[in-house]
């Protein structure tokens, strides 16, 4: 029986007629296949492949009104301008997957264990949140992978470096003014 439903045709009522004709565009007899049907719903729904967010084809959509239209609105910086300001600002600056308190990935807990070594406050971002921001960050460091670590406004690298560098001793060393400069301010 499973397998007759899953041949058979199936005709799907759409909300609106205008829906109907974008997801369920029938066939010569004028039923549609279920997973046609559905994979057409699917990409309607959630956009084009890539697309922002989901329901994005349909705020583009000329029938919704102009009420309904997603709005911008723009604080005057760009992503580019916010990474730069990131890392001038924040002496420890970290892009990763997550958040210091809660990593995604690995390599991005790895990167926080070593700089909390240190006591130095670290200024994060979560590049899973938003993938412009992720993008800019790449275009900025000229770097492919996260996590991405500044220190003192330069880019030092990931937490492959971090570690080696920790290992070494170096980065005691790069990390010693921030920590004192903090211990001198919590007194």
């Not at 009522?13 to 010569?28: C, D, G, V």
């Not at 349909?58 to 005057?76: I, L, N, R, W, Y």
């Not at 926080?112 to 949140?129: F, H």
Request: charged share 25%.
């Amino acid at each position: 029986m499973l397998r007759r439903l899953l041949r058979s045709s199936l005709t799907i009522a759409a909300p609106s007629m205008r829906l109907q004709e974008k997801i369920l565009a029938p066939s010569m007899d004028g039923k549609v296949p279920v997973g046609l049907a559905i994979n057409r719903l699917m990409n309607y729904s959630s956009g084009p492949a890539g697309g922002d967010s989901p329901g994005s084809r349909v705020a583009e959509d000329s029938a919704t009104h102009e009420d309904f239209q997603p709005t911008v609105k723009s604080s005057g910086f760009s992503l580019e301008d916010i990474v730069h300001q990131d890392v001038k600002e924040n002496p420890v600056m970290i892009y990763m997957k997550g958040v210091p308190d809660a990593p995604r990935c690995g390599f991005s807990a790895l990167a926080v264990k070593v700089l909390q070594q240190y006591g130095v406050p670290i200024g994060a971002r979560d590049i899973l949140s938003d993938l412009q921001l992720k993008e800019s960050v790449k275009s900025f460091s000229k770097w492919p992978t996260f996590p991405q670590i500044f220190i003192k406004g330069d880019f030092v690298g990931g937490s492959d470096i971090i570690l080696s560098m920790h290992q070494k001793g170096e980065l005691k060393d790069l990390l010693a003014d921030i920590s004192s400069e903090r211990k001198e301010a919590d007194a």
